[in-house]
């Protein structure tokens, strides 16, 4: 799976790069028709107690599939993405069928 990466209003992290690169990739392995991935890590001054906002998008066969979070911390948002991405994934997987 590509996976690319998108630093907006933040500095680039190569650790924060390779603890969604490891998510993902765990992702990746459960559900494997899944083609891409897009991310963004965005930081949002105007907010106090969240502002660290980090967006998937993954590209699979039909719809693209995508997922946003808010929190306080990097770490604390790629894991509720993460969580809402998986839980879209498990959807649809029910709706392909085998021949």
Known sequence: MTVNFQYVNTDVSE??????????????EKFEFI????????????????GKICNIELSLPGPRIFATSNERTYELAVNETIADLTRQLKKRKQTFKTY
Do not use: M, P
Request: aromatic residues 6%; negative net charge.
């Open 35 to 50: 083609i891409s991935a897009q991310v963004y890590i965005k930081h949002n001054d105007n907010e106090h107690d969240a």
């Open 15 to 28: 650790t924060l790069s390779d603890f969604i690169q490891k998510r993902l990739d765990k992702l990746g």
